[in-house]
């Protein structure tokens, strides 16, 4: 199979191809064709960045139960 495309969408291509870390646009290609190619370049990111996304996301989180009581006295309480 063959496909024509224009010289601008090749060149995207291979730099993301690049960007992914795959040696040819080819390969790139088929395992995106396969969904195993990252949509993406992977962005390595610090660790304080990946703390404090992290943070966030604990920051955005509700319980769902809000009468749960986990104080020291309920955990050791005879039953």
Known sequence: MQLDISKETEAVIQARAAA???????????DLVEGDAPKEPAQQESREEWLKRFDAFVARQRSWNPNFDDSRESIYQDR
């Open 20 to 30: 992914a870390g795959y040696k040819t646009a080819e390969e790139y290609i088929l």
